[in-house]
């Protein structure tokens, strides 16, 4: 099926690792050329390089923190100077760990900056230059927390959420400039944080960390089993294209059977 996304430019957060490396692999395996962010300048510039090499696209690197207006301006300001993104895919992000009793102001400001505030400050920069290039598409990667709350991580439960409904509110507002946007919320990915994690929580009992994995799987995901970065990003890739025209303002579940709700 050819996606027709050859020559398209799609800004990525979070692209140096896990869900949002395999994002812009799948992007660039269609031919997009791509602008990757993260903090981490190393990684994030190794995999840019490898990732242009390996497909023959360009893949620019902005070493930005997505959580401040500074670093979403260096964003924008980067895909203005290739003409402008036709895709931007809000993927940075992270959990939490905390009580609502115990967690401060701080933190729940941080969570905001870093999982709604990002997209705002993105969307208000990167939508005038889709309208411009005749349209474009916007998603954001919340969570199946948005829906189904984890007990121990609630900053991440309620940030999400709120991530999901501002995707609900500019679909609305940008389908009038041909932009359509989506949210996707996916449940347990195995990205390289989750195996750290377990690698962690297992060192001092035998170290069995794909035991531990296997037990959350079995646990929450009725298929019994973590999703890989690029089963999820497949989704992705497919919700960018045109064959995806009549998506609009909606949330796919990409969660291997984890929702429990119809
Ligand atoms: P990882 O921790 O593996 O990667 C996160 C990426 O985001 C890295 O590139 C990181 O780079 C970047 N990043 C983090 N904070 C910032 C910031 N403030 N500014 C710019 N870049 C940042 O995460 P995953 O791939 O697991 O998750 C990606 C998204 O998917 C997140 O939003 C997460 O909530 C969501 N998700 C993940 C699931 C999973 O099971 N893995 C399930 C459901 C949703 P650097 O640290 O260098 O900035």
């Not at 501002?166 to 041909?178: G, H, V, Y």
Request: with cysteine; net charge negative.
């Amino acid at each position: 099926m050819d996606l027709g996304l050859r020559g398209k430019i799609a800004v990525i957060t979070g692209a140096s690792v896990g869900i949002g490396l395999a994002i812009a692999e799948g992007l660039a395996a269609e031919g997009t050329d791509l602008v990757l962010a993260a903090r981490g300048g190393e990684r994030l510039e190794a995999e840019a390089a490898r990732i242009a090499e390996k497909y023959g696209v360009s893949a620019t690197a902005v070493v930005a923190d997505v959580a401040t207006a500074g670093g979403t301006e260096a964003i924008i300001a980067a895909a203005a100077e290739k003409g402008g993104a036709d895709i931007l895919i809000n993927n940075a992000g992270t959990g939490s760990n905390e009580t609502v009793m115990e967690a401060p102001d701080e933190k729940w400001q941080a969570y905001w900056d870093l999982h709604v505030m990002a997209a705002v400050r993105l969307a208000r920069g990167i939508a005038p230059q889709m309208k411009r290039r005749g349209g474009g598409v916007i998603m954001h990667n919340a969570s199946i927390c948005a829906v189904q709350p984890l007990w121990y991580e609630p900053i991440y439960n309620v940030s999400k959420s709120a991530l999901m409904m501002f995707s609900k509110t500019l679909s609305t507002e940008l389908i009038q400039d041909n932009i359509r946007v989506n949210c996707v919320n996916a449940g347990l990915i195995l990205t390289p944080d989750w195996i750290k994690t377990a690698k962690q929580l297992t060192a001092e009992t035998g170290g069995n960390w794909e035991g531990y994995l296997q037990a959350v799987a079995n646990e929450h995901a009725s298929s019994k089993r973590f999703g890989t970065p690029e089963e999820l990003a497949n989704v992705f890739v497919f919700l960018s294209s045109e064959r995806a025209s009549y998506c609009i303002g909606s949330t796919y579940f990409v969660d291997g059977g984890m929702l429990k709700t119809i």
